[in-house]
């Protein structure tokens, strides 16, 4: 295996449907095809959206996936779901055309060019604020529009009081709809007309609210904004479209093919929410981590999201039997199967397994069960909170540290238990805090694991962004690490604490060797030398780490987030 796994985040599997974390398949099949036999058996008990399952079937493995969420499942179940091209799009457009006729011309607008009937591709909504001086409502995207798209410049057109996305939001207004129309080769942009009144009453839209428990409500200040429903994060008008798509979608008798477009339906959600956000210079999609709602943002046509959906759905299809293909593997007739159970619990036999490759939740970096309700509504039924391995970022929760750390253990302990002799279990895993790779370290030693340390891999999955890799200073680690364990009876539990001035000479060793890094990647690289060294990694969070690099007057290059040597 090489000590660097490099791969891009835009192969069609990768895109077909977003969840939070995904491990993009290139960087899971060379180590299948290393540490798995031919036709052998891969277990992941994270599984998620599923993507091992997807290396393991192009590889010619077969593959049992297994997690908690109920969204994750759906998701990887589905990207097994293999179906016949063809078929699909015509049973796709048959369903958008009786959806439509469902709901007539709701997206119909008079076209600002020729005066006939135009479809629309979307509106652009903005939040009206309170302004802080007068208390008139201001509409925020004309105040940053009239500041030329300054925001220390926005003010209140009455008073001019300054304006902020922080100010109390007191409703929401269109703004601009983009109009396709045969008379533009273009969509069309014009000032928004007025959204159609939709009768919403008795609605079959999944009613799910949002509670004060749940961590990312606290972390996005919902109850402030008004949005504790997910149906709050839909305008009327797409809620009535996505409830008629879901419906056709339901009619469907082939089981597969009903399954496969309610894939592609729950991959639009996002986007048809209100957490698409907008920007002047193009959209900015929608964060997967959380619920937040930016102050200008897009009310799309839910039936274009929905038709793209399914192009995108039967391009991974394509792209998964081609990657099988090439490795002289059928996809279609290679087993998988997928169930719901934790992975403290798995119901597998011992010695049943060749390899396990899995991606567990990342102490308190995500809540996968929170982000997971706006598609969960639409399925058969919600995750089991109580059973996540998460972290709480709140005081006074079930969801310590040390519960983690025991169902962590748990768990990488089931890993070995089915492992056959001579098998070997792969964990990817990232943080920046010490303390979250300690638990790491402990639960792999009690679990009578050990880590190989020359086969500790760092996956880099692609540059995020100039700020995602300037980060570093920031304390927030964009690399994780691959490790690799055998079964070990005694496997080593207690580990040197490395002093101060080893810690720095290991980082200006590394900095120096390293060539051109981030200073995640160089954080990844110091952990790395500490496990294979039997360090304690307790005390070695990114900020601490870094340090020596700021003290010697390392700087990032603010165009590559690159770290720069003093002159």
């Not at 509409?139 to 057109?157: G, I, Q, T």
């Not at 109009?179 to 008795?202: L, M, T």
């Not at 007739?333 to 490759?357: G, M, R």
């Not at 700020?467 to 080593?492: I, N, R, W, Y």
Request: proline residues 6%; contains cysteine; charged residues 25%.
């Amino acid at each position: 295996m090489a000590e660097e796994i490099v791969v891009g985040r835009g192969d069609p599997a990768y895109l077909a449907h977003a969840y939070l974390t995904k491990v993009p398949v290139p960087a899971i099949t060379p180590f299948i095809e290393a540490y798995c036999p031919s036709g052998g058996l891969v277990a992941d008990p994270f599984a998620g959206s599923g993507m091992t399952g997807v290396a393991a079937r192009i590889t010619g493995r077969r593959t049992r996936l297994s997690d908690i969420s109920v969204l994750g499942r759906h998701i990887g179940s589905n990207y097994l779901n293999l179906v016949e091209g063809y078929e699909f799009t015509e049973t796709a457009r048959a369903v958008v055309k009786r959806a439509k006729d469902a709901v007539g011309g709701i997206y119909e607008v008079p076209c600002g060019g020729c005066g006939g009937a135009g479809r629309l591709a979307k509106t652009v909504w903005s939040v009206l604020v309170r302004c802080g001086g007068c208390e008139a409502p201001v509409n925020y995207h004309r105040s940053f529009e009239a500041a030329k798209w300054s925001k220390p410049k926005m003010v209140c057109p009455r008073c001019a009081a300054h304006v902020s996305s922080k100010l109390e939001r007191v409703g929401e207004q269109p703004v601009l709809d983009y109009v396709i129309c045969p008379c533009s080769p273009k969509q069309r942009e014009q000032p928004a007309v007025a959204a159609p009144d939709i009768d919403i009453d008795g609605l079959e839209f999944p009613q799910v609210e949002i509670t004060p428990d749940r961590e990312m409500y606290r972390a996005s200040a919902l109850r402030k904004n008004g949005y504790t429903t997910v149906a709050s994060f839909y305008s009327p008008r797409n809620r009535r479209a996505l409830v008629a798509l879901r419906d056709e979608i339901c009619k469907v008798e082939d089981r597969s093919l009903s399954q496969k477009l309610l894939f592609a339906f729950t991959a639009t959600l996002t986007r048809a929410s209100k957490r698409y956000q907008w920007s002047p210079k193009g959209p900015l999609n929608a964060a997967n981590q959380n619920y937040y709602i930016a102050p200008v943002f897009y009310e799309w046509n839910v039936f274009e999201l929905f038709a793209r959906k399914t192009t995108a759905v039967l391009k991974a299809d394509d792209w998964i039997r081609t990657q099988a293909f090439t490795r002289n593997v059928d996809a279609d007739a290679v087993p998988a199967e997928y169930v719901t159970e934790s992975a403290a619990e798995l119901s597998l036999p011992d010695a049943s397994v060749d390899y396990v490759f899995t991606d567990p939740p990342f102490g308190s970096n995500l809540f996968y069960a929170d982000m997971a309700l706006f598609q969960e509504g639409w399925l058969d039924g919600f995750t089991d909170v109580d059973k996540e391995a998460v972290i709480d970022r709140s005081t006074g929760t079930k969801r310590t540290a040390d519960r983690y750390e025991a169902l962590l253990t748990e768990s990488l302990k089931q890993c070995r238990r089915i492992l056959k002799p001579g098998g070997r279990i792969s964990m990817v895993f990232g943080n920046s805090s010490g303390k979250i790779w300690a638990v790491v370290q402990r639960a792999v030693a009690a679990a009578g694991l050990r880590i190989e340390p020359e086969k500790i891999a760092i996956l880099n999955k692609g540059q995020r962004s100039v700020k995602g890799l300037a980060s570093g200073f920031e304390h927030v680690a964009t690399l994780d690490l691959v490790l690799t364990m055998v079964p070990q009876a005694d496997a080593e539990a207690s580990f040197k604490r490395p002093t101060t001035g080893a810690v720095a000479a290991a980082m200006r060793e590394l900095v120096g060797a390293a060539g051109p890094a981030s200073p995640s990647h160089l954080y990844l690289e110091l952990l790395r030398r500490a496990l294979r060294e039997g360090w304690s990694v307790a005390d070695l969070d990114l900020q601490t780490a870094t340090t020596t690099l700021l003290d010697d007057g390392w700087s990032i290059d603010s165009k590559t987030g690159l770290l720069v040597e003093p002159e």
